[in-house]
């Protein structure tokens, strides 16, 4: 009897000192995990500039919207494809009514208001943490209230958006281009929705509602770090707000910005009508041996476009230099020509290289927009720019996503159609590009004069 209590005890220790090395090894990892992340942040410059501070908010701002993503796909996407199309096409017409308020009205306030810069990035934090919650009741007692609070937390998001991309100039140190700013700052976004991610979708197996109860302390708690923002994420006493009337009115988005944009439309066009179309027709119509693994087909698809974004994000924060002006035009190109490649040889690698494609081109595509326009367009503007910006985008991307569920799900014929609509509008968009100035003779610049404000054409900015 004493040797059998002898061996239990043993046998516990050891159980006991297994469980110990092992929660001290996780810890550990955890540790080295946050270690890491913080060294990437205040990497080059960034923790001295307060950049870093901009990266760890975007990466809670990205968890908590993945928490409502997966909550909302929940309650969307899960049903056959003909009953899902309705549901998905309100959806679609939802997620513009955002801009409806956005570019009008939020872009010119927050110009008005860039002083408290940091209040109004922390306004839109805590009204999403407001709207999960009270949305995570709505869902759970299937509410109507779920429709406007979701609309809430989309005005909310695009707010944020407009205002965290006006203010990266102010924070962005001088050892990085703009480009690698704002790539930096969107990879961080990918680390948080893939750290979030599972989490969220563990609470969701609870019930939707958890997962957006999970978002409101996500977003509770980046509404702290928004605050917490450096004093210089706020515009200096100084700069002049836009008035209500003569100056404002004549404010004109730049040629450069505006050529960046409409290749931006082209690549968010193709993005929407991926998703939504590939979403419908490889459950109906999956490939030869993928009868069964139909969800598992969808992933790998619409995972290599995740995937296609996330090295895009990489390579415009590890590329030593980075022309905006040239990469918009590249990666409408490659869209273009994949495009006409995947209705030629239809087949799973070629619908997985489609993917791929976009998602690098549209990463590329948008940081070298967010510098586009954080370069060429004044500071008193500069917000209403990125609200004007963001609603054509989500413009686009809308108009693409409406044909993807309105076309036939005949493979052919619906890729055949993408592919004429992104050659078409390739084509429109270079014959409407704008042409460089004519040279200049080059100038004196005496000491009264003033280089901060730039008197002739802004060129494209580099990286």
């Not at 939802?94 to 009205?105: D, E, G, N, Q, S």
């Not at 619409?302 to 296609?308: F, H, N, S, T, V």
């Not at 390579?315 to 590249?330: D, I």
């Amino acid at each position: 009897m004493d040797g059998e209590e002898r061996r239990s005890r043993r046998l516990v220790g050891a159980t006991g000192r297994g469980i110990r090395r092992a929660g001290s090894a996780t810890g550990r990892g955890a540790t080295y995990t946050v270690r890491q992340a913080r060294r990437a942040s205040h990497a080059e410059g960034a923790g001295d500039s307060g950049l870093y501070r901009l990266i760890e908010l975007h990466a809670f701002n990205a968890a908590g919207d993945a928490a409502v993503a997966i909550s909302l796909a929940g309650t969307l996407f899960f049903a056959q494809p003909g009953e899902a199309r309705g549901p998905i096409a309100l959806f679609l017409g939802l997620t513009m009514l955002p801009f409806a308020v956005v570019a009008p009205l939020l872009g010119p306030f927050l110009d008005r208001f860039s002083h408290g810069r940091r209040w109004a990035i922390g306004a839109t934090m805590a009204l999403r943490a407001f709207f999960c919650w009270l949305m995570a009741d709505a869902v759970a007692s299937q509410s109507l209230l779920m429709y406007p609070t979701a609309l809430g937390v989309l005005v909310s998001s695009k707010a944020y958006g407009v205002a965290r991309a006006a203010t990266v100039p102010r924070l962005q140190p001088a050892s990085l281009t703009l480009v690698k700013a704002n790539s930096r700052i969107s990879l961080a976004g990918v680390v948080g929705a893939a750290i979030s991610a599972p989490l969220a979708g563990g609470a969701s197996y609870f019930g939707a509602q958890w997962s957006l109860r999970y978002a409101f302390v996500v977003f509770a708690g980046a509404t702290i770090l928004s605050i917490l923002l450096p004093a210089r994420a706020d515009s200096k006493g100084d700069e002049l707000p836009v008035s209500l009337g003569g100056e404002s009115r004549k404010f004109r988005i730049p040629a450069d910005v505006g050529f960046a944009l409409r290749c931006n439309a082209g690549l968010r066009m193709l993005s929407g009508f991926l998703t939504m179309y590939m979403a419908f027709l490889l459950r109906d119509q999956p490939f030869p041996g993928w009868e069964d693994k139909a969800t598992l087909l969808l992933g790998l698809v619409i995972g290599a476009a995740g995937l296609g974004n996330t090295i895009g994000i990489g390579l415009g924060s590890m590329l030593r230099r980075v022309t905006p002006a040239l990469t918009v035009v590249v990666a409408l190109l490659a869209d273009a020509a994949m495009s006409v490649v995947a209705a030629l040889l239809y087949g799973l690698l070629a619908a997985v290289a489609l993917g791929l494609t976009a998602g690098v081109a549209q990463a590329m595509g948008k940081v070298s927009l967010d510098s586009t326009i954080q370069t060429s367009v004044p500071e008193r503007h500069r917000t209403s720019a990125f609200a004007r910006s963001e609603t054509m985008l989500q413009l686009s991307w809308v108009v693409g996503g409406f044909i993807g569920i309105g076309l036939p799900l005949i493979p052919r014929l619906g890729l055949g159609v993408l592919a004429g609509l992104m050659v078409t509008w390739t084509v429109f968009v270079l014959v409407r590009r704008p042409q460089d100035p004519p040279a200049l003779p080059p100038a004196r610049v005496t000491a009264d004069d003033d280089p901060g404000e730039p008197t002739g054409p802004i060129s494209p900015v580099t990286g």
